[in-house]
């Protein structure tokens, strides 16, 4: 489902959480589609410890090394999204999220391929100032448009072995693939950038000035506090920063640190000012 836009014009980016569709492309048939992927095991890492509640698989088990013994006993291949969806971040949500037969492993070459043909760019969080690096030159932005601070990041992450690490990748076969494939095509884009060392100096020297100009020091938000950031509950710590006095005169400092949901419902307060009932006040 796509709201309607109530403003005459234009919308020029669409940019949350939200499922590629023949819907969404029609919607916005000029638009370049970049999309960004994680490494396999952090990202099964990261969805068990935010969605161990919430996806029935997951609750189940208990624990992510349990899961990862054996899969099938939690998993329910008639119906893998759950009534809820939320059992779809148990099994290759990444290709769910790209729009792909995500339970269909003999599709998974021609989705790839398909990926190739309609995606403009891939990036990769694990590597991020260098994904904001091509984004930027993708889209002809200006540096202060590609700052960043890591926010919504848990202040404890779990160790992999590498045996579970690798039974990550098989169980989730199909987003193993996507990631293996555009891994190598984000080097590639890297390897033929021409002064890629120079833009990636003035991208740290960019990072440190805003750093030195909004933040004081970062805290460790407590769980379930979202004034201080966004958690979904189960007891998650999450780190956030602290602004400086000079930040807290700012907004761009301000909705750069902003939890995820709260700067959600100011750009919602923008376009549908009317839609209190979603947002609230």
């Known amino acids: 489902m796509i709201k309607p836009f109530d403003d005459p014009s234009e919308p020029v980016i669409i940019a949350n959480h939200l499922r590629a569709s023949p819907e969404l492309y029609k919607t916005f048939p000029e638009a370049k589609k970049i999309t960004i992927l994680r490494d396999i095991p952090s990202l099964y ?27 099938m006993k939690y998993y329910n291949k008639k119906d893998p999204a759950g009534q809820s969806g939320n059992d779809v971040f148990a099994r290759n949500h990444v290709a769910f999220d790209l729009g792909l037969p995500w339970t269909e492993s003999d599709k998974i070459e021609e989705s790839i391929e398909y990926l190739d043909k309609t995606l403009d760019l891939v990036i990769l969080s694990d590597f991020f100032k260098e994904s904001m690096i091509l984004l930027r030159k993708e889209l002809c932005w200006d540096w202060d448009d590609v700052l960043f601070f890591v926010t919504n990041q848990r202040s404890k992450k779990k160790e992999l072995s590498s045996d579970l690490a690798q039974k ?38 960019k990072l440190e000035q805003i750093k030195q100009t909004c933040l004081a020091g970062e805290k460790i938000c407590p769980p379930n506090d979202s ?19 000079t930040g807290k005169k ?24 009317g839609w209190k009932n979603f947002y609230g006040k």
């Open 168 to 205: 990550m990748r098989e169980w989730n076969a199909f987003d193993t693939a996507i990631y293996s494939h555009f891994n190598s095509t984000f080097w590639k884009k890297i390897e033929a950038y021409q002064n890629f060392d120079a833009d990636m100096k003035i991208l740290d020297e």
């Open 45 to 71: 890492e990261s969805s068990f410890g935010y969605m161990k509640d919430l996806s029935k698989p997951y609750k189940k088990a208990g624990s992510i090394e349990k899961f990862y013994e054996n899969p």
């Open 227 to 245: 004034k201080c950031q966004f958690n979904p509950g189960g007891g998650i710590k999450l780190k956030a920063f602290e602004l400086s006095e």
């Open 250 to 273: 700012k907004p761009l400092c301000k909705y750069m640190i902003m939890p995820e949901l709260s700067l959600s419902k100011e750009i919602f307060k923008k376009q549908w000012p």
